[in-house]
């Protein structure tokens, strides 16, 4: 019986400033296509973008890599990591790429960043501080929500659902996202005998938001002073718990 061989891949060698273009316009999120834009923009800046496709070899892209990004956190390795892995995928799906240049990478493990969020026992002291009725209120919803504050803030009083202990809220982006909070903050809402969509500041009008009485919307410097780094902490608190 004879010798069986591989036959080889035959690949269109695509320049890569064009090949970098093409895929890049398949990305429909705009955020996503502007961060895989930084490694191919890198890649066709230093090995030429006349340069091919074809010509990617895995002991070199590994070693440039490692270079330009070998010094930078885990988490923006492993983001450059794979918005080339992405863009390579596609080239070899069209025939521009034959094996994998990324082979010699693998991506790093990230750590965990518990460092700044409170233990529970912190958080109990700092949800039973004699403050304002508004900030707690809101801490009590950061605790047990684990939304942001800004998007706490930027609630209306008739959007909180409080049967069912929920609201919808703004994430960063624009995206819309349903909260749920529990029985502390179920508690804390319809207080002193007011309706149950009061936060308990009295003579609320039509419109005005959870954060500050007397304004339609809190700015970003408001929700900062409402729910400085405390209101962060009690937040990543709730994540880690």
């Known amino acids: 019986m004879g010798e069986v061989r591989a036959l080889p891949v035959v690949v269109q060698d695509v320049r890569l400033a064009d090949a970098a273009r093409e895929f890049l316009g398949t990305i429909a999120v705009p955020n996503t296509r502007r961060g895989y834009a930084v490694a191919l923009n890198r890649l066709c800046k230093d090995f030429g973008a006349d340069s091919g496709t074809a010509g990617l070899d895995p002991d070199r892209v590994g070693g440039w890599f490692t270079f330009v990004w070998g010094k930078v956190s885990p988490q923006t390795f492993n983001v450059r990591l794979a918005a080339l892995r992405a863009a390579f995928d596609y080239w070899r799906e069209q025939g521009w790429l034959a094996g994998d240049p990324l082979v010699r990478l693998v991506g790093r493990s990230v750590p965990r960043d518990d460092s700044r969020a409170l233990t529970r026992a912190q958080v109990t002291t700092v949800l039973g501080l004699g ?10 919803m950061l605790y047990e929500t684990a939304a942001r504050a800004e998007e706490v803030l930027m609630l ?3 959007h909180l659902d409080t049967a069912n202990r929920r609201a919808v809220v703004t994430r960063k982006g624009g995206a819309k996202d349903v909260v749920v909070w529990q029985t502390g903050t179920a508690r804390l809402l319809p207080v002193s005998g007011r309706p149950p969509d009061r936060t308990g500041v009295p003579d609320r009008p039509q419109g005005q938001t ?3 009485p007397g304004r339609r919307r809190p700015d970003y410097r408001t929700g900062q002073a409402v729910a400085p780094a405390r209101g962060r902490a009690v937040r990543r608190a709730h994540r880690r718990g």
Request: hydrophobic share 50%; aromatic share 6%; net charge positive.
């Open 210 to 212: 959870v954060g500050r």
């Open 156 to 158: 209306d009083v008739p």
């Open 131 to 140: 403050v304002a009725l508004r900030e707690r209120v809101l801490w009590q």
